[in-house]
């Protein structure tokens, strides 16, 4: 399945701080086993924390720190939490890019997409920032994803009931 992406940085940071509420919500719920949400509950918080480790990775490549030299704990946290959203944007490629389209233009995607991470991570931290700063208490702001203007079926909407049914 492919994923149609918002049209504009706006709709791609009200996209994912509604992604990002959803999640928090799964998570702060008690109607689903806390076994059968603790890892969605991991990566939503590390998805939290992703404007912290930003801020604390690049203040150690800029100025350095001693603290965090000596600090494994630090450097360990920070590490993983930089690893897993690697991952994420490496494992989100393979899932949505083949290379039966062509080896070269896989591979120049590939590229495109280690050399844009620190631009795609800004605009996640960005709806994570907002998603904190907005919790979703009156809905979901729904992005366009066609370009004439009107809402596609594609958006992350529920499909309005249907007055008859069709077999």
């Known amino acids: 399945m492919y994923e149609q992406s918002p049209f504009n940085i706006l709709d791609f940071i009200r996209q994912r701080s509604r992604w990002f509420g959803g999640l928090v919500l799964v998570c702060l719920s008690s109607a689903i086993p806390l076994r059968q949400r603790a890892v969605l509950c991991f990566m939503t918080l ?19 720190t001693s603290w965090s030299a000596s600090t494994p704990g630090y450097t360990i946290a920070t590490s993983v939490l930089a690893g897993i959203s690697c991952w994420g944007y490496v494992l989100g490629f393979v899932w949505t890019f083949s290379p039966k389209q062509g080896w070269i233009r ?13 631009v795609f991570a800004i605009m996640e931290m960005a709806g994570v920032i907002h998603g904190i700063i907005n919790p979703p208490s009156k809905g979901f702001y729904i992005v366009q994803k066609q370009a004439d203007g009107n809402r596609s079926n594609e958006t992350d909407a529920p499909p309005a009931p249907s007055s008859s049914m069709s077999v």
Do not use: D, M
Not at 106 to 118: D, E, H, N, T, V
């Open 46 to 64: 590390s998805w939290a924390v992703v404007p912290l480790v930003t801020l604390a990775s690049v203040t150690n490549y800029l100025i350095g």
């Open 106 to 118: 896989y591979f120049l995607l590939f590229y495109a997409q280690l050399i844009l991470q620190p």
